[in-house]
């Protein structure tokens, strides 16, 4: 009888012993699954808890998924050099918590019948459940690839889904995309930006389809992966130009500035967003803008990325005609101090930024703050210092009073979660791998970024070859996932998934490409004998190096998983 005692994906899932669980929390004495569906306001109540999936700046001692998730080209630091996982762990979070989350949805789909209300709100609460499992089956399939197929709400007794194998990745995402567009099709269409609605399902499924399209498109079989699958990549890249077509047809537009979408205390009203998540003073905070202004030293954007940066020509650093230097320079200035007024040295980068496209000015400070030359933001507040130099603006709001700033972790900014400038990256980067691409698809997208960051406008025949282009794609769709990259600079660790579906991830090899864990040119500090440099340039690992492996590309089985169920089998060189 020892299978009766097994429980395949996760105990917690069957069980409900997860804390965090709706169906843990009281009145168990009082609702029961068979007593509980009874109105569409239990229903609503229980739909909520998916609110809980979306981390957003995450709360206080959290990481959220902003600026923390290091693991990129973007940013360096010592203690976020290495890959997720050097080895098999014992048991996941990054498992288990995504099978939760989908038996929660398949527990909603089961019941909807069963509840007094109309089938126009049945179908909108089939759509949130199917929604909900396809996005936490998005999240499994790009970090697993092959994961079983499960759309009922298991027991013990269904040995069947305990103990069997993993379905193909690419079948499992087909099912994905039947519960997107089921979604898209039957969700409630109404202008909210924190609940769950037709824009909602469009922004996912424009997300979750260009993912799929381009891992279809670029994957390598030599590499231990399945063969391109083009005319899958091409069905859905088409599902993210009709998604991202559809967002881009109502009435959001982007906001007067790039860094109001990321230091915003209501952005209720920002017409950019779709979907945030709330947080309000002394109620629900969030720690992220006191961990970049504080003396923590923070992980700083890498010299690869500062690089990708165009110029105001429009330009990319090899062939701007602008002044290429990239050298701090060492300026007297003023800070108070208790009170007093003295003499401050910094070493700026001012002038160099002037020259670039605006969004780096609004990501990244004017000073440079590294070890033995600290900054203090805005002349107040404690000295902070970055791994490379250049330290992390963007999230930071200068109006709030020092003390929900830098002072404490009561930060209260809103959250961005899905918001139109993605949709703009998302419809241009699906056409132009249709290859159906024209000027108009341009202008109504990206181009409409470029001009609110001051650089010229990109045109489908781009009229330079960029020599930094290592991906061995052509000179448009470059651009375009260069303007990606510097929109979406630290967000939601967009950039390591950008190359896993790129087929990229190699670029994470420090050995191949050492720019990934440089900084700032500090070579006009000559008195600072103190920070590690490699070069005129910061060394921002602290001697640490990545290797890359083709294993990367999946995560690891937990080894309790297959222990209990070894039919899982591990992912490649993961044994």
Known sequence: MKKKNIIYIVAAILAFSSCNDFLDKSPLDTFTNDNFWTNESNVTGYANTFYQDFLGYGNAGGSGLFYFRTLSDDQAGGSFADWTFQNVPASSTNWRDGWIEIRRANILLENVDKVNMSDEAKNHWRGVGRLMRAWHYYQLVRAYGDVPWVDKSLDITDEGYLYGVRENRDAVMDHVLEDLNFA????????????????????????????????????????????????????????????????????????????GNYNSVNLADNPEMIFYKAYKQNVLHHSLIAYISSSTQISGMSKNAFESYLFTDGKPL????LDKSDAAVMKIGTKTVGGNVVPDTVMSIKKILDMRDKRLSQTIDTALCYVGRGFTRFGTGISMTSSTGYGVNKYDNKSLDNMYRNQTSANFTHAPIFWLSVVYLQYAEACAELGSITQDDLNKSINKLRSRAGIPPLNVNVGYSDPANNMDVSDLIWEIRRERRNELMFDNWTRYWDL?????????????????????????????????????????TKGKKRQFNQKHYWYPIPSDQISLNPQLVQNPGWK
Request: aromatic share 10%; net charge neutral; charged share 25%.
């Open 500 to 540: 896993i579906r790129w087929h990229q991830l190699d670029k994470l090899d420090s050995s191949l490409y050492p720019d990934i864990l440089l900084g700032a040119n500090i070579v006009n500090d000559p008195y600072n004998h103190v920070v590690d440099r490699t070069g005129d340039y910061i060394d921002g």
């Open 184 to 259: 898209c099709n039957n969700m409630n269409d109404n202008n909210s930006k924190i609940k769950l609605n037709k824009n909602v399902a469009n922004a996912m499924k424009a997300e979750i389809t260009l993912f799929e399209g381009s891992f279809r498109k670029y994957r390598k079989a030599e590499d231990g992966q399945s063969a391109p699958d083009m005319a899958g990549a091409g069905k859905f890249f088409t599902e993210t130009k009709t998604a991202a077509a559809f967002l881009m047809g109502k009435n959001f537009t982007l906001s007067p500035t790039y860094q």
């Open 318 to 321: 090899s062939l701007t005609s």
